[in-house]
């Protein structure tokens, strides 16, 4: 039985086809998705998201959203969603730097919540980018 | 009548005027394209997002949810109304019809009693706002053609701040409104009005009867979901007013181009005219002084 994924964002399908395992971080911890798994829904965290087909592992920098599960299916509405091999690194590197040093001087709680935010996502998208740079025959 | 010289030029500038309508037309009827795409392209999501909603409220009336977000304000004093309009004018009677719309919806609401605070979308709505006097919550401007959802969201945001009780439980709002362009087809597109805020929770017609587990729970997983709703409709119609607006333009400039080359014909066949008139004119000039030679 195959596993039909599927990550959309706001603005456009990022990703849809069958897949063999999925990996997402859940509000919860990190969960594994097999086929024929029970109906969840489920908040993600910003955070890398992988699916594996064939053996090959792909990785999806994720900044937040929901997951859909059903035995035959999974959907994830993302706010933003990004294939590892889309993200240029050096740029990643940049914002990140950037969310840093906006962190540092920060004006009140809320500008540091944003910030916080931002360096998260910032951070999830170099890591996603450097594992995809693991794998340079893919 | 006017000389030939005149008339001319008079075709001169109108055959220039319509090179540039055309090159109007021909960009919006691109833009236009593209901005219908871009409402396509989000169908996915919300299609997805609003099936999860229907699944979670239905169950949730029966249950212990009661977010903020779903629940009307006993009394309604202040609205809020979010208008998407243009920045760009040269789109037919697309703004203008939102503003009759606007002050249609302001008249109603001051009937009632109720104070009004708009959030424009919008350079012209923004004008308008100011222009009649509104006070003007917010505003969003230079979008461009095809914004990404975090453009959007500043405005989103605020309307949900508003409605949503400050520290000591008073609200801003006690119901938002958006106005914007409902893009119908090519031809026609109309000022559509809609309940923004409280949210209406969809009901089940499209809901899964699936059991399902909710990680964390089905109250955070609702907390989260619901702003997200709140924001990509609000997405969804500034996108559909960039369709409209493009398609309004690109009929606007056909008409004028239409119009311009009839214009042409009509001082051509005037141009021609003049022209005769000034040669039989001198033939017959030219025969009389003959004649009394």
């Known amino acids: ?138 | 009548m006017a000389s030939a010289r005149e008339i001319r030029r008079r075709i001169k500038s109108v055959r220039n005027t319509g090179k540039i309508t055309k090159a109007m037309e021909l960009v919006s009827a691109s833009k236009m394209r593209r901005a219908q795409r871009n409402v396509l392209a989000t169908r996915p999501y919300t299609d997805r997002l609003y099936d999860v909603m229907g699944e979670l409220t239905m169950r949730s009336t029966g249950g212990s949810s009661n977010h903020p977000l779903l629940q009307a304000h006993p009394e309604v004093t202040r609205v809020a109304l979010i208008t998407v309009t243009s920045d760009r004018g040269l789109s037919g009677a697309l703004n203008s019809n939102l503003f009759r719309a606007t002050a249609r919806f302001i008249e109603e609401q001051r009937g009632l009693g109720r104070a009004i605070t708009i959030i424009a979308i919008g350079k012209k709505g923004r004008d308008f706002a100011l222009r009649t006097g509104q006070s003007l919550g917010s505003e969003i401007t230079g979008l461009g053609d095809s914004p990404p959802l975090v453009d959007v969201l500043p405005a989103a945001t605020r309307a949900i701040k508003g409605f949503s009780a400050d520290e000591s439980g008073r609200y801003e709002f006690d119901e938002v409104y958006i106005l914007y362009s409902e893009f119908v087809n090519t031809l026609t597109q109309r000022p559509k009005l809609r309940r923004f805020l409280p949210v209406e929770a969809p009901g089940d017609a499209g809901a899964t009867k699936v059991d399902y587990t909710y990680e964390p729970s089905r109250e955070d997983v609702l907390e989260q979901l619901l702003p997200r709703f709140v924001e990509v409709q609000l997405y969804q119609a500034v996108l559909e007013s960039i369709a409209s607006e493009h398609s309004a333009r690109m009929i606007a400039m056909r008409n004028a181009n239409d119009n311009a080359k009839e214009l042409v014909r009509d001082l051509t066949l005037s141009y021609n005219k003049t022209r005769q008139a000034a040669i039989t004119n001198e033939i017959s000039e030219i025969a009389a002084g003959a004649a009394a030679l």
């Open chain 1, 1 to 138: 039985m195959p596993l039909r994924l599927e990550i959309v964002t706001a603005e456009r399908v990022v990703f849809s086809d069958d897949v063999d395992l999925v990996s997402a971080p859940a509000a919860e911890g990190r969960i594994g998705i097999l086929p024929r798994h029970e109906a969840m829904l489920t908040i993600l965290l910003p955070g890398e998201f992988h699916y594996t087909k064939d053996g090959v592992s792909y990785p999806f920098a994720i900044s937040g959203g929901f997951m859909e599960v059903l035995p035959d299916r999974v959907t994830v509405l993302a706010d933003t969603a990004e294939r590892g091999d889309e993200i240029d690194e050096a740029r990643a590197e940049e914002a990140r730097q950037r969310a840093a040093a906006r962190m540092r001087d920060r004006q009140s709680a809320r500008e540091l919540m944003l910030a916080e935010a931002e360096l998260r996502r910032a951070t999830v998208r170099l890591q996603v980018a450097r594992l995809r740079k693991g794998r340079p025959n893919r």
